[in-house]
């Protein structure tokens, strides 16, 4: 089960690691890292960089294509080269997969038109111009093409594939494995959810540099 995952700066850290965390314990998973760029790519946010291993020239093929998203996204929507390959990689695939605003690049790719789609919360409107039909939903499967709304949602995302791909019982044990049991201290995963301040906050006031 070749696992490839595709990397670019400014990526959303949890939207990989969390999904690869996942896949890479199916049995007989092996993962290649393919990124934009080769080397050392930034994380958005913390600073963290993860390494891509391979370019888009030197993988042609995958079982499972794991697509992150991140700020990071926006700029690749017109990338010509990376839709290219992103639509050349899904013709071989078993399963194409997006995390966050990575079904974007999906999109953009022509690889959902007309399909039910989710995203992040603030990117639905964005998904819609590319021709897919945003729904909010945490986990949406549309024949081969796996999707998980906002960044927690690539674990959930990955726990649904891994049960389709290995079974219940080892999607089950993975995620004892990993000891994913939610219970957030908050009710605020969703923007009906909290007030105009919090959802205010969470466009876009977090970014602001803090005065003085």
């Not at 953009?108 to 945003?134: C, F, I, Q, S, V």
């Not at 024949?143 to 649904?160: E, N, P, Q, W």
């Not at 044990?173 to 939610?182: G, K, N, S």
């Amino acid at each position: 089960m070749n696992i490839v995952c595709l990397l670019f700066d400014q990526i959303t850290l949890l939207d990989a690691v969390g999904p690869m965390e996942v896949l890479a314990r199916i049995p007989g998973a092996g993962v290649k890292l393919v990124g934009v760029g080769k080397g050392p790519l930034c994380s958005s946010k913390s600073g963290f960089t993860l390494n891509a291993d391979y370019g888009l020239d030197e993988v042609s093929s995958a079982d499972i294509l794991v697509i992150p998203g991140g700020p990071g996204v926006r700029p690749l929507l017109g990338d010509e080269r990376l839709l290219a390959w992103l639509r050349r990689v899904h013709e071989q695939t078993q399963w194409t997969t997006s995390v966050c605003t990575g079904s974007l690049l999906l999109a953009a790719a022509g690889l959902l038109d007309g399909l039910p789609a989710t995203t992040h919360w603030n990117a639905m409107g964005e998904l819609e111009r590319y021709g897919a039909k945003p729904l909010s939903q945490r986990v949406i499967v549309n024949g081969k093409i796996v999707m998980g709304a906002g960044v927690s949602a690539g674990i959930d995302m990955a726990l649904t594939l891994a049960s389709l791909v290995a079974g219940e019982e080892i999607a089950r044990a993975i995620q004892l494995r990993i000891e994913y049991d939610p219970a957030p201290p908050f009710q605020a995963g969703r923007p009906e959810q909290v007030d105009a301040a919090v959802l205010e906050l969470a466009r876009g006031g977090l970014d602001r540099p803090a005065a003085g």
